[in-house]
């Protein structure tokens, strides 16, 4: 039983493969651009869309399920604050661009989730793990850099948290 362990130990990735899904962007380098199509149904979108702009970038795993319908209804619950910080919510996931149609009805959400389907901006941000994108966060400031990330993300509290950073850098830029 023990060989067995440490063969196992000594196979599996480590804990920050786990947690991570890879290597995540560095910090005020440029977002890894993307043009994924959204819910809407009106072609695609794209990160140079929202230049000037801060840009909340969140990876989530799936619609429907429980903690990614809370994180979006904070999102959507908490929209106005971030339009009056000039800042755009972008969520992505694997999901169709028809199924985030019905979870945007569904939850009345009125930002735009985008349809990774392949993984590759998942994987460009280091948010990918199996066939489905990891619980992850970038805040993008106006000049396309990444400013800030997420990894360990509580559903619940997550949108004030990001509210919270993004006043932090508001506040260090003024």
Known sequence: ????????????????????????????????????????????????????????????PQDFTPGCTLEAQRFQKDLESYRARNAQILGVSADSADVHAEF????????????????????AYGSWLGNQSLRHT???????????????????VHSQEVLEALDQLLSDIS
């Not at 990735?13 to 890894?32: E, K, T, V, Y």
């Not at 809407?40 to 909340?56: K, M, P, R």
């Not at 945007?104 to 994987?123: I, K, M, N, Y």
């Not at 970038?138 to 619940?156: M, S, Y």
């Open 104 to 123: 945007c009805d569904s939850e009345q959400l009125t930002f735009p989730l985008l349809a990774d389907e392949e993984g590759t901006v998942s994987r």
């Open 1 to 60: 039983m023990i060989s067995l362990v440490l063969v196992l130990c000594c196979w599996l990735p480590g804990p920050s493969a786990w947690a991570l899904g890879g290597a995540l962007p560095a910090l005020n380098q440029p977002a890894p651009g993307f043009s994924l199509p959204a819910q809407t149904g009106e072609g695609t979108l794209a990160l140079s869309d929202y230049l000037g702009q801060w840009v909340v970038l969140y990876f989530y």
């Open 138 to 156: 970038f805040l993008i400031d106006p000049q396309g850099k990444i400013r800030d990330r997420f990894v360990k993300v509580q559903p619940a």
